[in-house]
């Protein structure tokens, strides 16, 4: 069984020195004439110059049926060609491949192919951070001149509120409770939601009642 | 060629509008078909004509919005035209199979990639293919005319 990285730059590098660290016989393909010269210099891999939606140069690589593929080109289509190439030509089982554009998913997992969300990926990660910066930021300036606040407050273990549902709390007049960052979570919170320990609340109130909140969720 | 003008509502969207898409849009919206025709460049919509009686939509139809605003859900006909097979293969595929368009024809620039398309019951059209084709009728229906004539 051998693996074949087609297209990419760094990850490829990578990817093939761990692989071929554990054992595996990894092959390259790429259009790139200095990476090509870059990867066969310093990895011990079988390094392909061409491009990889060319059957012509796929059959140069004797792909068996239980070869792993690997694609990482930049683009959605390139990917899902040469997925398509391999599994018709030489009835490859395993494709995994990079995603760019997360709405492609449904046509990849039909025909079979891993996909790699990229940008659905990424977007997890900065989600929360968008999230915070939004709403303790700008929200804060915007309000302000308006008579509210914006408030984030930590959740202590010994406060009165902890596991409690948001509608038994009978929160005082003109505070919301708009958003609850737990973990890596943003839950929007309804009656139903239950408030627990380290929770991050974003409480919307006016400005008179800042101190009230301070209070009535830290006690 | 003189067109015979017909009323068919029958939908047919037309990717890429280089010299291929072009003249079929055209011909097809012409002829009484229903026609959008797809392309990212606005440049190259202003080379159609001027009685061009269909619809435009630029975008790159490799992405799902471009596809819904013409309406890929409602099209009885799609075909994909652009200079690159793998463009054309996956335009084929999401109309064929995302948005379920019951007849697709694509070119296919490379010789080589024929069976692929045609595995993935996508109709082709190889300019190559159907050149060498015209070429060996053409010398064929002459040698028949050559042999009658010794006869």
Not at chain 2, 60 to 72: S, V
Request: net charge negative; with cysteine; glycine share 6%.
């Amino acid at each position: 069984m051998k693996i074949i990285i087609i297209g990419g730059e760094r990850v490829p590098y990578f990817l093939a020195k761990r692989l071929i660290a554990q054992g595996y016989d990894v092959y390259f393909v790429n259009k790139d004439e200095d990476l090509c010269e870059e990867y066969s210099r310093t990895l011990s891999a079988n390094v392909v110059l061409g491009d990889g939606t060319s059957k012509r140069v796929l059959d140069q690589l004797e792909i068996d049926p239980k070869d792993i593929v690997v694609l990482l080109t930049e683009r959605d289509r390139r990917n899902f060609f040469i997925a398509r190439l391999v599994q018709e030509y030489y009835g490859v089982e395993h494709v995994v491949t990079l995603l760019n554009n997360s709405e492609n998913r449904d046509l990849f997992e039909r025909y079979g192919i891993r996909v790699l969300g990229v940008t659905d990926l990424i977007m997890k990660n900065i989600e929360p951070l968008l999230f915070e910066n939004e709403v303790i930021t700008t929200l804060e300036e915007e309000t302000k001149t308006l008579g509210a606040t914006v408030l984030k407050i930590t959740i202590e273990w010994d406060s009165h509120v902890i596991r409690k549902k948001i509608k038994e709390l009978s929160i005082p007049e003109d505070i919301v409770v708009v958003g609850i960052m737990r973990k890596d979570k943003f839950v929007i919170p309804r009656g139903e939601t239950t408030i627990e320990p380290n929770d991050e609340i974003i409480v919307v109130c006016t400005e008179e009642k800042s101190s009230e909140v301070l209070a009535f969720f830290s006690t | 060629m003189k067109l015979r003008p017909i009323n068919l509502k029958f939908y047919v969207i037309v990717v890429g509008c280089g010299k291929i898409g072009l003249e079929l849009a055209a011909r097809l919206s012409q002829i009484g078909f229903n026609v959008t025709i797809i392309d990212k460049k606005p440049n190259s919509i202003q080379l159609l004509p001027e009685d061009y009686g269909g619809f435009i939509v630029i975008g790159d139809a490799t992405e799902r919005g471009t596809m819904e605003q013409a309406k890929a859900n409602k099209a009885d006909l799609l075909i994909v035209t652009t200079d690159d097979d793998s463009t054309n293969y996956f335009i084929s595929m999401v109309g064929a199979k995302i948005f379920g368009i019951p007849s697709v024809l694509a070119l296919v620039n490379n010789r080589e990639n024929v069976p692929l398309f045609e595995r993935s019951e996508i109709k082709v059209i190889s300019p190559i293919n159907l050149a060498v084709e015209t070429f060996e009728r053409n010398i064929l229906e002459g040698i028949d005319q050559l042999v009658g004539d010794i006869k």
